[in-house]
């Protein structure tokens, strides 16, 4: 009997604190009240803390902000005037990286960390992940392949973007990857498809001399 008194003198009070149809933002029971009363400064409040007493820090010397490069095309991949995209890498990029050689290599090496996992090595659309996911029935998660032909002919600025911003289930990367760095997995997802796209059953979007086609008017050439 004294056990069932003791047990609601603990309820009545717990009941009165929050009654139906009251308005509250804290939670009902709150018994440490040093775990939900944390210290903080407001902002435009005063902070004894720093020698100007302000509490909102201007920014630290030499802070730049994410989009560094003054270009709209190097940031965005659109062009100067926004009415399209780039359609190829700018060269001031290019050339900053140590050329097209250095940049592709450079784009080798982050493709293989940042978009090999989804997207696989070879750009076929079957990283670890996609296979994960494939396993465990996630379809809409899965990237496609690189090595179509809408994804062969999207102009450089897009992929560019693509990277950037993401795209419908594709995360973003423009806090995680530096813009030049972005331009460089371009080079190298370019690089991909054209060594996939030299098979002879796909048309190459840039035929380059030793193409089949080239070789053959090569032979015509030296026949005459
Ligand atoms: C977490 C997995 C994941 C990572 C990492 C990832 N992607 Fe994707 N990507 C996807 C998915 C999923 C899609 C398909 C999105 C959709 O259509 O919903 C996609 C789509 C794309 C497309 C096609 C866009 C279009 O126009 O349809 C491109 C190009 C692409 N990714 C490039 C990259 C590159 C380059 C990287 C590395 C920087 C990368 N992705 C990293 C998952 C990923």
């Not at 140590?98 to 076929?124: F, K, N, T, V």
Request: glycine share 8%; proline share 9%; hydrophobic share 35%.
């Amino acid at each position: 009997m004294t056990r069932r008194i003791s047990i609601l003198a603990l309820l009545v009070p717990t009941m009165l604190a929050g009654c139906v149809g009251d308005t509250s933002k804290e939670p009902p029971i709150v018994p440490i009240r040093n775990m939900y009363n944390q210290p903080r400064y407001d902002s435009q409040s005063k902070a004894p803390f720093f020698e100007d007493g302000r509490t909102m820090r201007p920014q630290v010397e030499g802070t730049l902000p994410v989009e560094a490069d003054p270009e709209i095309a190097h940031a965005t991949g659109r062009t100067d005037d926004n009415t399209g995209w780039v359609l190829e890498i700018p060269a001031p990029i290019v050339e900053r990286k140590g050329g097209m050689a250095a940049l592709i290599e450079r784009g080798q090496q982050r493709y293989g960390i940042y978009c090999a996992p989804c997207h696989g090595a070879s750009g076929d659309g079957r990283g670890v992940v996609a296979l994960r996911a494939d396993a465990i029935g996630a379809s809409a998660m899965l990237p496609p392949t690189f090595h179509d032909d809408r994804l062969r002919h999207i102009p450089d600025g897009q992929l560019f973007a693509t990277i950037s911003n993401g795209i419908r289930n594709m995360p973003a990367y423009r806090q995680s990857i530096p813009q030049d760095d972005r331009w460089a997995i371009v080079a190298y997802v370019r690089a991909l498809q054209l060594s996939q796209s030299s098979r002879p059953d796909a048309a190459s979007p840039n035929p380059q001399p030793g193409d089949e086609e080239g070789a053959q008017n090569d032979e015509t050439e030296q026949e005459q």
